[in-house]
Structures are given as structure tokens and as C-alpha cells.
């Protein structure tokens, strides 16, 4: 895919993941699971540098080896509380430091194995097309329809999200989730607003099954299941 910009692509993995250990490089259909991700990545043709940025040299060698590229290892933003756009700024900036500059950025979690390389080029076509700063993914919610989710009391009487029970789901409209598969920003606009949920940003629907972000164990096998579907 062939683009007049100079476009990176971000895979934030960090090491000490806590429900999976070693998340970002556990086994996922025979591969480690970020190696799903930098595939894909070189699949779609669109990046002139993939960067993987941990804090982990066990996954930085992990990275190397399925084709990825780890000029250093994170300095920062490596916690469980800051946030992930944290971890690909600093990345950009000390890419520039050491002379590298791009125009766009397209950040990829090592967690989303399911999204492939046409997710990333229609997407990437998607935030040319509309012209704005930050194009995020989504997946529109189906089966399982949080219109009906209710909070339950110490007497487990629910407190339900809906007012009006007594709507029917095909008269509800439709909800949509964020999903980590594909983040794209103007660097320039990403450095202003420090998100990707920064001024004007929209969302590109993907297809739920694709979309699948590995949290848990209970994520894992979700995806293990889907990817038999796809």
C-alpha cells in the first residue's frame, strides 16, 4: 500500500503483565502472541519502520526474531497504571532523538492477534479518507448487548443500566465498544493532545470477532475459538 507519508507502526508490549504471565509472548496457535501482530504489520506493506516498545529484553528478542525492530527498551510508562498513548509518544520522541521522523503512527496492541493485515490497510485508508487527526477501532456489540446489563444489590435486585425495560432490543440503537486493534494519529496532533482520544477523533468499525483484545485467560480462549471462524 503505498502512501505519500512516512508511517510507523507502534506495538507497546509491556513485560510485567499480572493475569497472563508473560502475556505478549505466550503461546497463541503455535506462535508467540505478538508475532501475530508484527506479521500483520509487515503483511500490509504500509510502515517504513515497525517498532516494538517494551521494557522486556525477553521481548524484545522475541520481537527481533519475527521481524520487528527494538532500538531500546522503554524507560517509561512501563506501570499498570499509565496510559498506553504515554508509552507510544515517548517512543516517537526518542525515535526522533535519534533522527528518525515520521508523519503518522499506527499503534498496535501485541494483544489483538485476530486483526490482520487488510484491518490495517482499510483502516489506514479510512483515516486518509475522512482527513482527521485520530482515527481509533471499534466493534459494534452483538450477542451480548450491554442495553440489558443490570448491577446487582447485597439482595441481588438489579439496578438496570436501561430506564425503559420495556423497549425492544430491535428499537434500541446500536452500541459500539473501543477496541486496542488500531490506533492511528498524526504524530503532530498525538504530541499536542497526548491521546489518541484527542480533539476530533473518530471511530473505524472492524468486525467483532477480529477484534478480540487478550486480557485474561477467558480472552485467550475466546480468540483460540474465533480463530478457527476467520
Known amino acids: 500500500m503505498k502512501t505519500d507519508k512516512k508511517v510507523v507502526a507502534i506495538i507497546p508490549a509491556r513485560g510485567g503483565s499480572k493475569r497472563i504471565p508473560k502475556k505478549n509472548i505466550v503461546d497463541f496457535n503455535g506462535k508467540p502472541l ?31 526474531r519475527y521481524g520487528a525492530e527494538v532500538p531500546f527498551l522503554r524507560d517509561t510508562a512501563a506501570d499498570d497504571h499509565s496510559p498506553v498513548s504515554e508509552a507510544t509518544l515517548r517512543t516517537i520522541l526518542q525515535l526522533e532523538e535519534n533522527g528518525e521522523y515520521f508523519d503518522e503512527v499506527v499503534q498496535l496492541f501485541a494483544v489483538c492477534p485476530l486483526r490482520d493485515a487488510s484491518d490495517i490497510k482499510e483502516s489506514y485508508q479510512f483515516f486518509k479518507d475522512k482527513e482527521v487527526p485520530f482515527v481509533l477501532s471499534c466493534y459494534k456489540y452483538v450477542w451480548m448487548n450491554p442495553w440489558w446489563a443490570v448491577t446487582l444489590n447485597e439482595k441481588n435486585q438489579p439496578n438496570w443500566i436501561l430506564k425503559d425495560t420495556r423497549k425492544r432490543s430491535q428499537d434500541l440503537p446500536d452500541l459500539f465498544s473501543p477496541t486496542g486493534a488500531i490506533w492511528i494519529a498524526n504524530i503532530e496532533d498525538l504530541k499536542r493532545d497526548k491521546t489518541f482520544y484527542g480533539k476530533d477523533h473518530i471511530f473505524w468499525e472492524m468486525d467483532w470477532k477480529k477484534a478480540v483484545d487478550i486480557d485474561n485467560y477467558e480472552d485467550l480462549e475466546l480468540a483460540t475459538a474465533l480463530k478457527s471462524l476467520l
Open 34 to 64: 505478538i508475532a501475530w501482530t508484527i506479521e500483520a504489520a509487515k503483511k500490509s506493506g504500509l510502515f517504513e519502520k515497525i517498532v516494538v516498545s517494551t521494557d522486556s529484553s525477553e521481548i524484545a528478542e522475541v520481537a527481533k
